[in-house]
């Protein structure tokens, strides 16, 4: 049966790096699938609250993230850092998910420490919580603290499509460039997650996810 997904990330690239190659799997299985970022304002850079990219750049290295794997964008209107958990947050989201059918829901796993995601997290649990099935998606390892590592209770193989995952990651060269000047290669740490995750279910690259609710 056709599933009718939609994707959450907090900010641009959320999506790509969490979940990408699991939305290519559904594209290739016929789903539709909506991606939605929470907000595409300025984006400030955590440590020093310096701006590393700015609205337009965010829209167009999300458009073209989404022309990689042919799904629908739908670019919500809060700010950067100041997404909140509150009825016009829910509202946003709930809407989306009656119009488009939504069965199928993915978005940000509770153990991060950023705000925006955290809050987003809530408002998707919040209206989703008629959808059947709700899966929380890790973010690849940046240096910051988290609350608890996410616990994998599911797994998705993404052995065939770990090359649209990795081009729809760089698309977003502006964040790829400010964690390559704080020392990290995000999308080396996106690999050897993807491969630490397919050496737990026995392939060469997978996704993992914890559960919130599955009823297919």
């Known amino acids: 049966m056709k599933k009718h997904v939609l994707a959450i990330g907090a900010h ?44 337009n750049i965010s829209k167009r290295e999300a458009t073209n993230a989404a022309k990689v794997l042919g799904a629908d964008l739908i670019l919500a209107p809060f ?15 709930e809407n989306i998910i009656k119009e488009k059918s939504i069965d199928w829901v993915y978005t940000h796993w509770a153990g991060d ?7 987003t997290l809530s408002a ?25 590592y996410p616990v994998a209770t599911y797994y998705v193989d993404i052995s065939n499509t770990i090359e649209t995952k990795l081009k729809g990651c760089r698309e977003h060269k502006s964040q790829i460039d400010k964690f390559t000047e704080h020392g ?7 690999i ?22 599955m009823c297919r």
């Open 12 to 55: 641009p690239d959320d999506v790509e790096f969490g979940c990408y190659g699991t939305l290519q799997r559904h594209i290739d299985d016929g789903d539709d699938v909506t991606l939605l970022v929470m907000s595409h304002s300025d984006v400030m850079d955590a440590h020093t609250g310096a701006v590393t990219r700015n609205s």
């Open 79 to 93: 700010k950067d850092t100041q997404i909140q958990f509150n009825s016009d947050s829910v509202r946003f989201i």
């Open 113 to 119: 420490t950023h705000q925006d995601h955290i809050n």
């Open 124 to 148: 998707t649990m919040a209206a989703a919580r008629l959808v059947n099935n709700v899966l929380c998606y890790e973010q690849v390892p940046l240096p910051r603290i988290t609350t608890t």
């Open 184 to 190: 990290f290669d995000i999308i080396d740490n996106v």
């Open 192 to 213: 050897t997650l993807a491969k630490y995750r397919g050496t737990q279910c026995s392939c060469k690259y997978a996704e993992a996810f914890n559960v919130l609710k």
